[in-house]
């Protein structure tokens, strides 16, 4: 397969737990993508790389937040001291230059 | 990036074309139309994109206004496997990402 994958694809925690996320990109794909998305809403961009730079992380939403892309390859997304409000399905995406985002299959957090 | 409005919802006969809208009326000249779409829990696929021409790949039509302000997205021969959220969103050329995704349309396939 050779579509965005992540993981895992579920998790439940319970809340005050630290949780972490991977995205494995479309091997080519230079540009990588953190989305969140709450049921009925579109997706809220988190974060991007392209290689291994983090180029934009201002709307990460609080500093509990935080993602890595450590050789330009796979990403991972972490939250520490989950709350309940962080319940949502995070989605991981790449591309290459200015052509459609290649989205992964999300991973769904579940906060007790 | 400029806003985007579409309609909540819609309803397309299976077989017909399905013809969505979308208003972004704020659009700057350097700003693409981007379409994607969400089938129930999957991540998001892209369709189109395109600046101030019409567009076709093997999914859909992109038609732009002349003057910009608003787009449909075609799908010619609308099947079941269509019924999805629709999103349309505007994003600047630099620009690497979409700060701002709308609600989408819920598109309806009926047989």
């Known amino acids: 397969d050779t579509g965005v994958s992540q993981d895992p694809r579920h998790k439940i925690t319970k809340r005050g737990q630290n949780v972490t996320f991977r995205c494995d990109p479309i091997?080519?794909?230079?540009?990588l993508y953190w989305y969140r998305q709450t049921l009925g809403q579109g997706p809220e961009f988190l974060t991007y790389f392209q290689n291994e730079a983090q180029l934009e992380k201002s709307r990460l939403l609080s500093d509990r937040f935080s993602a890595e892309r450590p050789k330009g390859s796979f990403s991972t997304l972490e939250i520490q001291r989950t709350e309940q409000g962080d319940s949502a399905m995070y989605l991981c995406?790449?591309?290459?230059?200015?052509?459609?985002?290649?989205f992964g299959p999300g991973t769904r957090l579940t906060v007790l | 990036d400029a806003k985007t409005t579409q309609p909540p919802s819609m309803d397309c006969a299976e077989g017909r074309a399905a013809n969505l809208p979308c208003n972004h009326s704020?659009?700057?000249?350097?700003?693409?139309v981007y379409w994607y779409r969400q089938i129930h829990s999957q991540g998001p696929q892209y369709i189109i994109h395109?600046?101030?021409?019409?567009e076709t790949n093997e999914m859909a039509s992109l038609i732009i206004t002349e003057d910009r302000k608003s787009s449909t997205l075609i799908l010619p021969h609308a099947t079941l496997r269509d019924t999805a959220v629709y999103y349309c969103?505007?994003?600047?050329?630099?620009?690497?990402?979409?700060?701002?995704w709308g609600a989408g349309t819920k598109l309806i396939i009926k047989p």
């Open positions: 969103i505007v994003r600047v050329a630099d620009s690497n990402y979409q700060l701002i």
């Open positions: 995406a790449s591309s290459l230059g200015l052509a459609g985002k290649f």
């Open positions: 091997s080519e794909h230079n540009r």
């Open positions: 704020t659009i700057s000249g350097n700003e693409y």
């Open positions: 395109g600046l101030k021409n019409n």
